[in-house]
T-cell receptor, first 114, second 108 residues
Framework: DAGVIQSPRHEVTEMGQEVTLRCKPI?????LFWYRQTMMRGLELLIY????????DSGMPEDRFSAKMPNASFSTLKIQPSEPRDSAVYFC????????????FGPGTRLTVT | AQRVTQPEKLLSVFKGAPVELKCNYS??????LFWYVQYSRQRLQLLLR??SRESIKGFTADLNKGETSFHLKKPFAQEEDSAMYYC??????????FGTGTRLTVIP
């Protein structure tokens, strides 16, 4: 297994543009997490899904952020419109159901909004 | 509400010296704590969990409920220990709540 796959690895976009980040979890994992990493705030949980259903989205900063998981092997995190303060590394992670402490992280997407 | 505090953003030690990365937590329930590590150009990964009481790569961490701490320790730092370390707390919602991380640099 290639592990959690994220694309793109790097994204540079202008303020106001829509950004879509993609994630493919490890096959057989039922939980998927989106995190944002910044120097100031460290690693923050944005949203997590269990069996494709959003369980907790309290970490999503505002309505400009949305996440979907249409099936067990794919999830997207969308920012529309993007702002410079959204610049960060976004990680996707997956875990076996009920073993959430052992999360397997993707390589991350480094987003720069100019 | 839960809180995980890693007071040091940056920590530098010389090779062979002892290292301690501090982690304090605040949580009303029974805490389960973990250390995650991210080496350069590698993915964030689980290093150890307090329940297992194991030593991984020479690192140990003891949960001290009285001091609400879960410091990560290693008696003799190695260059390959240079990495970003995150302390994490498992919440009642069965999610991980991460601290802000400490970047450890081991100086040769």
């Amino acid at each position: 297994d290639a592990g959690v796959i994220q694309s793109p690895r790097h994204e540079v976009t202008e303020m106001g543009q829509e950004v879509t980040l993609r994630c493919k979890p490890i096959s057989g994992h039922n939980s998927l997490f989106w995190y944002r990493q910044t120097m100031m705030r460290g690693l923050e949980l944005l949203i997590y899904f269990n069996n494709n259903v959003p369980i907790d989205d309290s970490g999503m900063p505002e309505d400009r952020f949305s996440a979907k998981m249409p099936n067990a092997s794919f999830s997207t995190l969308k920012i529309q419109p993007s702002e410079p303060r959204d610049s960060a590394v976004y990680f996707c992670a997956s875990s076996l159901d009920r073993i959430h402490y052992e999360q397997y992280f993707g390589p991350g997407t480094r987003l720069t909004v100019t | 509400a839960q809180r995980v505090t890693q007071p040091e953003k940056l920590l530098s030690v010389f090779k062979g010296a002892p290292v301690e990365l501090k982690c304090n937590y605040s949580y009303s329930g029974s805490p389960e704590l973990f250390w995650y590590v991210q080496y350069s150009r590698q993915r964030l990964q689980l290093l150890l969990r307090h329940i297992s009481r194991e030593s991984i790569k020479g690192f140990t961490a003891d949960l001290n409920k009285g001091e609400t701490s879960f410091h990560l320790k290693k008696p003799f730092a190695q260059e390959e220990d240079s990495a970003m370390y995150y302390c994490a707390l498992l919440t009642g919602a069965n999610n991980l709540f991460f601290g802000t991380g400490t970047r450890l640099t081991v100086i040769p």
